[in-house]
């Protein structure tokens, strides 16, 4: 078994790594402290059976490195390490195509369960998305109204919008004027009864639109 470990921090990467040695007595892992070094991996590393990626180490702006690390991987499952456990960051990073979300928090064990999951071809999910059933079902019936009232346009730029995209890709893949995206979302928000994009992505998500 190969594995990337990408992390900005010496200390986090030895002691993951300690753990994932408890996954298969053959594992290898390589590891890299930037975006551009974990870059520098996958290109020469051939086969990966897994990458785990620190969301906020030096290079990544974000999820434009998940970006990044997805055109290289070949579809090798991707799972984001970070700090950050807000529902939003978890949310985004997953709906951008991570496989799975590991808080730099969770136990050993625990991290290396979810890893399994995801190497037998499963999506890990963290338990901090889980606390919001009650307040998605609660926005339910708004939100059903709202998506009904959208046009075809609003609907293409939501869709666009629920895939990560900036005003600016978004426009460009519409061939509309960044303006106009402008105006769009300010619509959609309206309708949707949000305040704003990371709103109306988790409205979009948590009811499973088919845009």
């Not at 974990?38 to 974000?62: C, E, Q, S």
């Not at 106009?180 to 990371?198: E, P, Q």
């Amino acid at each position: 078994m190969r594995i990337l470990l990408a992390d900005d921090h010496d200390l986090i990467r030895d002691t993951i790594e300690e753990f994932l040695k408890r996954l298969a007595a053959d594992l290898q892992v390589s590891h890299a402290a930037t975006l551009p070094e974990a870059l520098d991996v996958l290109r020469a590393a051939g086969d990966l059976d897994l990458i785990l990626l620190d969301l906020r180490m030096p290079g990544m702006n974000g999820l434009a490195g998940l970006k990044s690390v997805q055109a290289e991987s070949g579809g090798v499952p991707i799972v984001i390490l970070s700090g950050e456990t807000d529902p939003d960051t978890v949310r985004s990073a997953l709906q951008a195509g991570a496989a799975g979300f590991v808080p730099k928090t969770m136990r050993g064990t625990a991290m290396l369960n979810a890893l399994r999951l995801v190497l037998a071809g499963e999506r890990y999910v963290p338990d901090i998305l889980l606390a919001e059933q009650t307040a998605r079902a609660d926005s339910g019936a708004h939100g059903d109204r709202g998506l009904a009232l959208l046009t075809r346009r609003e609907r293409d730029v939501m869709r666009l919008l629920v895939q990560g995209l900036s005003n600016k890709e978004i426009g460009g893949s519409l061939k509309i004027e960044v303006v106009t995206v402008a105006l769009h979302l300010r619509s959609i928000y309206r309708k949707l009864g949000v305040a704003s994009r990371t709103q109306a992505v988790r409205m979009a998500l948590e009811q499973g639109w088919m845009l």
